[in-house]
């Protein structure tokens, strides 16, 4: 049976080898593979009727994902997804998320940082980030263009990226004490969305992929439809969409990317896969 693989990804710039960061070139490896092999990507209001059984995956198919809201999505990666007509859901963090101007872009084949913002690495970006410092993160308005382009589905990643779970022997428990918090988290993140965006905010990408099953149906109460974790695996039709499994982009690799895409796009090799191999 086929599946419909779901790529992760969080930064795209020229800080090579820097944590969760692919380079413009990696990413544009990635697309032109799709291209090439002429995958169809999907917006999640397309692929959560497939995982339901409500209706029939165009084959093939796969979806791309970006977590936090990053200022190089973009600055970088939302070229390359114009260039090759491309879709991806960027799941944000609305607390980083600010009104300002839209800022510079890279033009593919141009010089990387040519009249450009600057564009931190990782670690400074988290900090100035926590810092309140939203030059770091994409703004309104980028968000407001890339949706109306056709090619960004903005979704939720919380208000805070806070971690609300508890940890033990490998399971992740919400304590009755931080619901509340959690609660506020992600109806502010959700109405944040909605007002600035004017449009229905229906999927979450839980923080670190840490979630219970509590969390699930609060998530769900307050009108999640769908919800993203970083679990590796396979999603296939009647699946549900509870729990849809990611696998993270971890090289720009033609030959990485081809192998995970293959893969992941059949449901008996992805889950033997998964299982033996103990990595993405």
Known sequence: MRAIPVFMYHHVNWHEGDLVTLSPSGFETHLRTLK??????????ELVPILRGETVAPLPSIALTFDDGHLDNWVFAFPLLQKYGMKATIFVITSWMGEGKVRGQWNPGGLPGAGLPPILR??????????GDG??????????????????????????????FSA???????????????????????ELIETRL???????SWPWGHYDSEAQSLAESLGFEALVTTEKGVNFPRAGVGAIK????KSGEESWFSRRLSIYSHRTLGLIYSRISGKI
Request: contains cysteine; hydrophobic residues 35%.
């Open 122 to 131: 990782h670690r400074e970006v988290k900090k100035k980030a926590a810092q």
């Open 36 to 45: 090439d092999r002429g995958y169809q990507t999907l917006f999640l209001d």
């Open 246 to 249: 990611r696998i993270v982009a």
């Open 168 to 190: 033990g022997q490998g399971v992740f428990k919400l304590s009755p004490e931080s619901r509340g918090l959690l609660r506020e988290d992600l109806v502010n993140s959700k």
């Open 198 to 204: 004017n449009k229905k905010c229906r999927y979450l």
């Open 135 to 164: 030059t770091v993160a994409l703004n309104w308005n980028e968000l407001r263009a890339m949706e109306a382009s056709g090619r960004v589905d903005i979704q939720s990643h919380t208000h805070f990226h806070r971690d609300y």
